[in-house]
């Protein structure tokens, strides 16, 4: 049924162009004719000339139809996309040539059929005056096609752009989105008011500490929702102030340690990726004093992050470490072709391309472009 649906709608959408394309150059050919016959008799047509009129719609009728099945083709065969000038060039010679083939040998058919006085009374396929005339009509007439046709061209393009750019901005927002309520559980929370409740008496100073921490976290969450990018120094900050709650809540069964060189710092990161890493890396593994886990988030070649876990018993919560994973390649997939490396054996390793200046930046030109 919904083939069905497709192709009538491909057919009715045809259909409605071609009717669009019979009126307009319908319309145009009465238009030209009506000038050559003022130029050539020096009174505009009447009523009389009705089969002028006729004749003339009829000639400018199949050749806008020709042309239009022409460009269909010349649009498949070479792509405005890529060979816009190559495009334009080669549509001017050919739909000229085509225009011209079909105009005189069309009005040559109908003069053979109802006589030279079809047109006008003194009208003669021979004279040179006449059809050097029809010439230069004929190419003003293909030269302002050709251009408006690029035009509506270029601007389809430009809306198909504005289309693809909401959509990609849309499901950034999606991946924000997913990733922001999932560092906003009610299950982070609770964690977290349970520690709070639990230094609160025995250790005042570090309950205060962890409520700052706490707050710091939550502030950035919530300041970076609507960004695509972060500099890495920020990330890393508030990966260092989630470690302190972490470390809050497993003591020195968990270390973080972070050992990234000054000169990437200023480097781009989606947000929330490191931490989202070293979550999933705490809901991966199993810690206790029998489990110590250990994390490192490292630099390869100035080339790309890495987040490397040691690997405890496994937790029940294997799921939501995938949903974590695959959250951070789909961001990256918008900013670089670079894919993110993922290795499973005596550690987990995480590697997430060192986004340069100029990739972030031709997401921005992107932007703006489109």
Request: proline share 2%; aromatic share 12%.
């Given at each position: 049924?919904?083939?069905?649906?497709?192709?009538?709608?491909?057919?009715?959408?045809?259909?409605?162009?071609?009717?669009?394309?019979?009126?307009?150059?319908?319309?145009?050919?009465?238009?030209?004719?009506?000038?050559?016959?003022?130029?050539?008799?020096?009174?505009?047509?009447?009523?009389?000339?009705?089969?002028?009129?006729?004749?003339?719609?009829?000639?400018?009728?199949?050749?806008?139809?020709?042309?239009?099945?022409?460009?269909?083709?010349?649009?498949?065969?070479?792509?405005?996309?890529?060979?816009?000038?190559?495009?334009?060039?080669?549509?001017?010679?050919?739909?000229?040539?085509?225009?011209?083939?079909?105009?005189?040998?069309?009005?040559?058919?109908?003069?053979?059929?109802?006589?030279?006085?079809?047109?006008?009374?003194?009208?003669?396929?021979?004279?040179?005056?006449?059809?050097?005339?029809?010439?230069?009509?004929?190419?003003?007439?293909?030269?302002?096609y050709n251009i408006i046709y690029a035009l509506l061209y270029s601007y389809?393009?430009?809306?198909?752009?504005?289309?693809?750019?909401?959509?990609?901005?849309?499901?950034?927002?999606?991946?924000?989105?997913?990733?922001?309520?999932?560092?906003?559980?009610?299950?982070?929370?609770?964690?977290?008011?349970?520690?709070?409740?639990?230094?609160?008496?025995?250790?005042?100073?570090?309950?205060?500490?962890?409520?700052?921490?706490?707050?710091?976290?939550?502030?950035?969450?919530?300041?970076?929702?609507?960004?695509?990018?972060?500099?890495?120094?920020?990330?890393?900050?508030?990966?260092?102030?989630?470690?302190?709650?972490?470390?809050?809540?497993?003591?020195?069964?968990?270390?973080?340690?972070?050992?990234?060189?000054?000169?990437?710092?200023?480097?781009?990161?989606?947000?929330?990726?490191?931490?989202?890493?070293?979550?999933?890396?705490?809901?991966?593994?199993?810690?206790?004093?029998?489990?110590?886990?250990?994390?490192?988030?490292?630099?390869?070649?100035?080339?790309?992050?890495?987040?490397?876990?040691?690997?405890?018993?496994?937790?029940?919560?294997?799921?939501?470490?995938?949903?974590?994973?695959?959250?951070?390649?789909?961001?990256?997939?918008?900013?670089?072709?670079?894919?993110?490396?993922?290795?499973?054996?005596?550690?987990?390793?995480?590697?997430?391309?060192?986004?340069?200046?100029?990739?972030?930046?031709?997401?921005?030109?992107?932007?703006?472009?489109?």
């Open positions: 049924m919904t083939r069905l649906n497709s192709a009538y709608f491909d057919m009715t959408s045809s259909l409605r162009k071609i009717g669009i394309v019979i009126l307009i150059s319908s319309s145009g050919g009465v238009l030209l004719y009506t000038y050559l016959h003022f130029s050539e008799t020096g009174s505009l047509p009447s009523s009389e000339n009705f089969k002028g009129f006729l004749a003339s719609a009829i000639v400018a009728c199949f050749t806008g139809i020709a042309l239009y099945f022409t460009n269909i083709g010349l649009d498949k065969w070479i792509p405005w996309r890529n060979f816009f000038a190559s495009r334009l060039g080669l549509g001017l010679i050919v739909n000229y040539l085509i225009a011209v083939f079909l105009c005189f040998a069309l009005s040559s058919i109908l003069v053979s059929a109802f006589g030279s006085a079809l047109f006008w009374i003194t009208f003669s396929g021979k004279d040179e005056d006449l059809n050097i005339k029809a010439l230069i009509l004929i190419m003003t007439v293909i030269f302002i389809q393009q430009y809306a198909v752009a504005q289309l693809e750019n909401l959509q990609r901005e849309r499901k950034q927002l999606e991946l924000q989105f997913e990733a922001l309520k999932n560092q906003l559980s009610p299950h982070y929370l609770f964690n977290s008011l349970n520690t709070i409740s639990s230094l609160i008496y025995k250790d005042t100073p570090s309950a205060e500490q962890f409520i700052r921490r706490l707050a710091q976290t939550y502030q950035y969450i919530l300041s970076t929702q609507q960004k695509r990018f972060v500099t890495l120094k920020d990330e890393v900050d508030f990966v260092q102030s989630y470690y302190y709650l972490l470390r809050i809540r497993f003591q020195q069964h968990l270390s973080v340690e972070i050992n990234l060189p000054s000169n990437i710092m200023n480097s781009k990161i989606p947000p929330l990726t490191l931490q989202i890493l070293v979550e999933n890396a705490v809901k991966h593994n199993t810690i206790s004093s029998d489990n110590k886990l250990f994390i490192y988030i490292t630099a390869q070649d100035n080339t790309y992050l890495k987040v490397i876990n040691t690997k405890t018993a496994l937790s029940s919560n294997v799921q939501s470490f995938r949903v974590g994973l695959e959250n951070i390649k789909k961001r990256y997939e918008f900013f670089t072709n670079r894919k993110i490396e993922v290795r499973d054996d005596e550690k987990f390793s995480v590697s997430l391309p060192v986004l340069h200046q100029k990739e972030w930046d031709a997401e921005v030109e992107h932007k703006h472009i489109a």
